[in-house]
């Protein structure tokens, strides 16, 4: 099987399932694992580098407002990728490629790739995503026992973040953008308490 990932969190999650010699493609925000770096980069964002939060605020409110793309989809490789699986999102075009744009590259596609859209929005979903793609990538034991070694992590930081006394625990606040000032949402808030 041929697989294409086309954000960080999924191409992790591939690698995760053992199925990294499996992986022929990935994003340009794509670097964990390291041996992920060098694979055919199918993304790029729109938005220039080096620039402060507010004026990269600036020219994605007008992007979105004018109805532009923030990322381009390198097709022609895509199409020479001839993937099996397609792993992206269609919960936020800030994010990563769009979904429309990823359904219209894969109507140049041959054959007919599977697409699924990872779009977790609290911790439980991101655990179930797993599943998702390990049935998609058809190896649901190698999922199963992803699942199980994520879940003990999880158990770990729990038992432990339970053991710090009320009074020593930090005060947290979790952003995503500074300008604008953007709180971080989802399963964040989740990881947080988790850790005590």
């Known amino acids: ?85 397609i792993v992206t999102q269609a919960l936020c075009d800030v994010c990563a490629v769009s979904g429309n744009d990823v359904a219209r590259a894969v109507g140049s596609l041959p054959g007919n790739p599977q697409v699924i859209n990872l779009e977790p929005e609290c911790l439980e979903d991101v655990l179930e995503t797993v599943q998702l793609v390990a049935q998609s990538a058809d190896c649901r034991d190698k999922g199963d026992a992803y699942l199980d070694q994520l879940q003990k992590r999880i158990c770990v930081v729990q ?25 971080g949402g989802h399963w964040s808030p989740e990881i947080i308490q988790l850790a005590g």
């Open 1 to 85: 099987m041929r697989i294409v990932s086309l954000l960080p969190s999924a191409t992790e999650l591939v690698c995760g399932l053992g199925l990294r010699d499996n992986l022929v493609g990935v994003s340009h925000e794509c670097d964990y694992p390291a041996s992920v770096i060098g694979l055919p980069i199918l993304t790029s964002s729109q938005i220039p580098e080096n620039l402060d939060s507010g004026t990269i605020d600036r020219l994605v409110t007008d992007q979105l407002k004018n109805d532009e793309a923030l990322y381009s989809l390198d097709v022609d490789t895509l199409v020479g990728l001839q993937p099996d699986l």
């Open 159 to 183: 038992e432990k973040s339970a053991q710090i006394p009320q009074v020593k625990r930090p005060k947290v606040a979790l952003l995503d953008w500074l300008d604008p000032l953007f709180d």
